[in-house]
């Protein structure tokens, strides 16, 4: 998995950051791992900064005044990395919901199938999801049923979190323009690479929820969801 670099979000994330990222890094010795902070009160940063020492060349972390949504610190995140020499930029969460040994599918995916995007996939294959009320299970996978009807995107998982970037697709993707900065950030991505007809390749993974932790899903970024995607899709129209 040679210039690699998985990005992980955090916020109040100390009980699982040390696990996730040593899990991460078992998977190869060429793996790096960018943590971007949004200034955790339970001093997520600091436990990095004391890993940092271990993982001295591997593992970077940025920290951000507060709390600015997830996908502000994934753009930040993919800005750090083009500033780099990565070739495959991955997003992935820090409560074990994306298993780390799925790593290596998704960077397959991109090297060896030449996909511009490759995405863990909850659907693909049925619905993989384990540990989620079934209320929630219903609301993702119809929520990604919803998304899939309104953009057009032939893609199962509409909504999964868990992807591999070459670099030349964020590259080609004007990342200043990305509007959404929660759920439906996710779907934005997505919507974007798919309308610069680039290849995607959902791989099928098998998704857990958290054990530790509390999950930042909210009923705000839900709305930011399934309107925005019709405002998404309009806006594309017009700009054909």
Known sequence: MKEAVVIIPT????????????????????????????????????KVK????????????????EKSGLGTAYIYGFKWALNKSYKFIFEMDADFSHDPKDLIKLYDACAIQEADLSIGSRYVKGVNVVNWPMNRVLMSYFASKYVRLITGMNIHDTTAGYVC???????????????????????????KTYIKKLKIVEVPVIFTDRTRGESKLSSGIISEAI??????????????
Do not use: C, W
């Open 165 to 191: 970037y070459k670099r030349e697709t964020l590259q080609a993707l004007d990342l200043d323009r990305i509007k959404f900065i929660g759920y439906a950030f996710q779907i934005e991505m997505k919507f």
């Open 11 to 46: 916020y109040n994330e100390i009980e699982n950051i040390e696990a996730i990222i040593k899990a991460v890094f078992s998977q190869s010795d060429d793996i790096h791992v960018l943590i971007v902070d949004d200034n955790s009160p339970d001093l997520t940063a600091l």
């Open 227 to 240: 309107f925005g995607v019709i405002s998404m899709k309009i806006k594309s129209i017009f700009k054909k």
């Open 50 to 65: 004391e890993l940092q020492e271990v993982y001295s060349n591997r593992l970077f972390l940025e920290i951000r005044k």
